[in-house]
T-cell receptor
Framework: QKEVEQNSGPLSVPEGAIASLNCTYSDRVSQSFFWYRQYSGKSPELIMS????GDKEDGRFTAQLNKASQYVSLLIRDSQPSDSATYLC?????????FGTGTSLTVIP | SQTIHQWPATLVQPVGSPLSLECTVEGTSNPNLYWYRQAAGRGLQLLFY??????ISSEVPQNLSASRPQDRQFILSSKKLLLSDSGFYLC?????????FGQGTRLTVV
């Protein structure tokens, strides 16, 4: 079983819509969770971090964490073409970051 | 503010040649340092991580090695490259929370 699993997509949404990205993790002791955005050919950049159950909002982005279900999600409201990228989910456990394989998102103008 | 430098940005090396990639972090002390590899269209594979000078943990058996000669310097090396070593190599740092990545080195072994 993989540490972190994501639907690879591709996910396509029209401009202005809400994009929903999902992630599950296998180890219950994981405490810290992150979403990264990676444009083609570039390195990942941090979008959101979340450490406790519930929602965390930052601008158009909302991260949701449910530790009981071992589930993390990212919502992108008012999606823009510039949001088209691969989104990586990551968990931190014992000083190691475990990444999912990423979900490719395309926002259609 | 903290910054991370990774070089070179691109590298083309013949099979069997040596490799040295360097990463340095500025603006923080005693960071955790990481080397990842990303094959085309794939996720991030953790290669090595370090929690302090001289302390290296290896995640994947391979012909690569890592060293941390100074607090904020992390080096990835190989004595003889294989074709399968091609990929996008990323250095990252963390002080217990989020990880921040360098710009990456795209290595092509020919």
């Amino acid at each position: 079983q993989k540490e972190v699993e994501q639907n690879s997509g591709p996910l396509s949404v029209p401009e202005g819509a809400i994009a929903s990205l999902n992630c599950t993790y296998s180890d219950r002791v994981s405490q810290s969770f992150f979403w990264y955005r990676q444009y083609s050919g570039k390195s990942p950049e941090l979008i959101m971090s979340i450490y406790s159950n519930g929602d965390k909002e930052d601008g158009r982005f909302t991260a949701q964490l449910n530790k009981a279900s071992q589930y993390v999600s990212l919502l992108i409201r008012d999606s823009q073409p510039s949001d088209s990228a691969t989104y990586l989910c990551a968990v931190l456990r014992s000083n190691q970051f475990y990444f999912g394989t990423g979900t490719s998102l395309t926002v259609i103008p | 503010s903290q910054t991370i430098h990774q070089w070179p940005a691109t590298l083309v090396q013949p099979v069997g040649s040596p490799l040295s990639l360097e990463c340095t972090v500025e603006g923080t002390s005693n960071p955790n340092l990481y080397w990842y590899r990303q094959a085309a269209g794939r996720g991030l594979q953790l290669l090595f991580y370090s929690v302090g000078i001289g302390q290296i943990s290896s995640e994947v058996p391979q012909n690569l090695s890592a060293s941390r000669p100074q607090d904020r310097q992390f080096i990835l090396s190989s004595k003889k490259l294989l074709l399968s070593d091609s990929g996008f190599y990323l250095c990252a740092w963390s002080t217990g929370g989020e990880a921040f990545f360098g710009q990456g080195t795209r290595l092509t072994v020919v």
